[in-house]
């Protein structure tokens, strides 16, 4: 039907170029070129529509686009990679501390150490930077301690209290990065999405003194480790750095208690637009 209109429309206004009174009347050929230029580039004139037995709705509104739900990046990065491999050697480290396997325990240490180093300069030099990269690296290294401090108490190389401090610490902050995940969320906040790693929410910010002291007990945990292979014993030193471990862990969670900038809100920072205030 639409076609057989369009095909009469097109002859009605060829007999219409060829009359008279488009020949004499520039005011009428405008108007016509006008009409023809609607119908060319809008699919809309008054001609086509007075042939044509659907009218067309072309002053309907246009639906709004599906609003997005969230911001997502590209996760599967080599320094992500390689964090992953630090978490997933964790439990052969903690088998050969407690089979007594100090050798091993040394060289997996070793690898820990390497690939972290190695992670974080690939994710600088590189541009490969991730928000759960923020999350996963800190993640990683909570897991070695958790593994270390563990495996290590069994063994009777560190004391308890010092654990109970490093791993009460560590539990405290992994609930308030799981209330923050859920609030800082994008709706829907359904179960999937709130696993989806692809889909950042917040960016964790460790505070300064954070990082002297993960440092500060990934080297105790280090010297106990090796401790019992070397020619000589270290106890007195090992006591000593173990209650500057048990200071700066205390003080280390209560930095995050007290510091605003401790993570930030990536869904709502990227979703800005360039003329939002």
């Known amino acids: 039907m639409l076609q057989r209109t369009s095909i009469q429309s097109i002859r009605i206004s060829q007999l219409f170029r060829s009359s008279s009174c488009y020949k004499r009347q520039p005011c009428i050929r405008q108007a016509f070129a006008r009409s023809c230029f609607t119908i060319k580039y809008l699919g809309i004139s008054a001609t086509t529509r007075s042939f044509s037995s659907t009218r067309l709705q072309h002053n309907a509104p246009i639906p709004d686009a599906p609003k997005k739900s969230g911001i997502r990046e590209n996760i599967y990065t080599l320094p992500n990679l390689l964090t992953l491999s630090r978490i997933c050697s964790c439990p052969i480290l903690a088998w050969s501390i407690v089979d007594g396997n100090y050798y091993l325990a040394t060289g997996?240490?070793?690898?820990?150490?390497?690939?972290?180093?190695?992670?974080?300069?690939?994710?600088?030099?590189?541009?490969?930077?991730s928000v759960l990269g923020t999350v996963l690296d800190p993640a990683a290294d909570k897991i070695l301690?958790?593994?270390?401090?563990?495996?290590l108490t069994h063994q009777d190389l560190i004391p308890v209290p010092?654990?109970?401090?490093?791993?009460?610490?560590?539990?405290?902050?992994?609930?308030?990065?799981?209330?923050?995940?859920?609030?800082?969320?994008p709706p829907p906040k359904t179960w999937v999405r709130y696993w989806d790693v692809s889909l950042p929410s917040a960016e964790v910010r460790p505070t300064y003194i954070s990082k002297v002291n993960?440092?500060?007990?990934?080297?105790?945990?280090?010297?106990?480790?090796?401790?019992?292979?070397?020619?000589?014993?270290?106890?007195?030193?090992?006591?000593?750095?173990?209650?500057?471990?048990?200071?700066?862990?205390?003080?280390?969670?209560?930095?995050y208690l007290v510091t605003k900038n401790a993570f930030r809100v990536v869904s709502q920072t990227k979703n800005k637009t360039p003329n939002s205030p």
């Open 108 to 129: 997996l240490l070793a690898y820990a150490g390497l690939t972290d180093a190695v992670d974080g300069y690939l994710a600088r030099r590189y541009n490969m930077s």
């Open 145 to 151: 301690m958790t593994t270390l401090v563990l495996s």
């Open 162 to 185: 010092l654990a109970v401090i490093i791993l009460g610490r560590d539990v405290l902050l992994s609930l308030s990065a799981f209330y923050i995940r859920y609030s800082t969320l």
């Open 214 to 255: 993960t440092t500060l007990q990934l080297v105790l945990m280090g010297v106990t480790t090796v401790n019992p292979i070397l020619p000589f014993d270290l106890g007195l030193a090992l006591q000593g750095l173990q209650y500057i471990v048990a200071t700066t862990t205390i003080w280390s969670g209560f930095s």
